[in-house]
Each structure stands twice: as structure tokens, then as C-alpha cells.
């Protein structure tokens, strides 16, 4: 259910009812901290609600986000991270590696110490071969929160969809090469 359409600093009371009625909440996006009805909705949430909160890892939230993480007992960041390096870039591109790792680890130093993480992997034909390099990244970045929870991983899997073409194509208008930055993905990618 899309909460509040256009990006308003207010939520209609119906909304507003509905929400609070629901046991988890999952606030998604490319980056929902880009949104006024995001914080909005933190302060309308009750404390005991869970909360996703997905981000792409480019900005960072502003304080007043960060301040109404803060009263929710049950709050996840998930970073949607597909790759590392190279292969991140080209996965979730323009987004930089180096920016994305440092939003992450302002995050991991500022959150508020109930803030939990996690870790959405998108699985594709491209990057299947390199999901051990993610874990690895998870677990030397933001293996836990402050309170020593694990991060959770979960994965999404987009199935069988790329093609030669497809990708070459992409290549011409990115400037960029898919074979070079996923060598083990081109034999079963026809």
C-alpha cells in the first residue's frame, strides 16, 4: 500500500489508522529517507510495530530521521546490496561502491543503538557466482548492530531473465563492460 503519494509531510487520518492497525511495516524505495512522508510515518508508527526501513545505501537520512528511529522497538535498516566493488556499481549503477560503503558504515556508528541490520540480495544470472563476496563484505562491514544482533540476510532472485544482448546492449549506453566485471556469469548467459 503506497503510504502517502507525491511525497506530502502529512498523512491522512484513514492512512494514518490503517497503518497503526498493522502488525510490520516495510518502507521501501530507492532511498525513503529522500521522502518527507517517511519520517512522517515513523512518528505516526507504534512503538511496538516492526519496521523495515529498505535503502539503497547513496544518502544518508537526516537527523530528524534518525531521532524517530529512535522510540521503535523493532526497527531494521536493509541495505539493498548486490555486489561489491565493480560489481556493485554495475548492478545498482550510477550508485558509487566507495559512497555506499560509507554511508553504510556512518550508519553502522550513528543509528540509534536499537537500529538492526540487514541485507537484501537481489540473486541474478550475473552475480549468483559472487554471493560468498557479499556475505564476506556483511560480515567484516556490519555484522551487528550495537546491541551485538546479527545482521539478517535475506535474497530476492530474479530468475533466467538476462541475455547476451541485452547486456551488450546496456554496455554500449553505461560505458561499461558486464564481462569484465562478471567473468563467471558469461558461459551461462547466452
Not at 503506497?2 to 509531510?9: D, H, Q, Y
Not at 516492526?50 to 522497538?73: A, E, I, W, Y
Not at 548492530?145 to 546479527?150: L, R, Y
Request: glycine share 6%.
Amino acid at each position: 500500500m503506497p503510504v502517502a503519494p507525491g511525497n506530502p509531510i502529512t498523512i491522512n487520518q484513514q492512512t494514518v489508522y490503517r497503518i497503526q492497525q498493522m502488525t510490520g511495516i516495510v518502507v521501501g524505495g530507492g532511498e525513503p529517507v529522500l521522502n518527507f512522508s517517511t519520517e512522517t510515518l515513523l512518528s505516526i508508527l507504534n512503538p511496538d510495530q516492526m519496521v523495515s526501513v529498505h535503502f539503497n545505501g547513496t544518502v544518508l537520512p537526516r537527523q530528524s530521521f534518525l531521532d524517530k528511529c529512535n522510540r521503535l522497538q523493532n526497527i531494521r535498516y536493509v541495505f539493498s546490496i548486490d555486489g561489491v566493488g565493480k560489481r556493485f556499481e554495475y548492478l545498482r549503477w550510477p550508485a558509487k561502491w566507495d559512497r555506499v560503503v560509507k554511508n553504510v558504515l556512518w550508519l553502522r556508528e550513528h543509528a540509534p543503538d536499537n537500529v538492526q541490520f540487514g541485507l537484501n540480495i537481489t540473486i541474478s544470472q550475473l552475480n549468483q557466482h559472487y554471493l560468498t563476496e557479499i556475505i564476506d563484505w556483511v560480515d567484516q562491514t556490519i555484522p551487528c548492530n550495537k546491541q551485538g544482533k546479527t545482521t539478517h540476510v535475506s535474497y530476492n532472485q530474479t530468475g533466467d531473465i538476462l541475455t547476451q544482448k541485452y547486456l551488450d546492449e546496456l554496455d554500449k549506453k553505461r560505458n561499461q563492460n558486464w564481462r569484465e566485471s562478471f567473468p563467471l556469469a558469461v558461459e551461462s548467459i547466452t
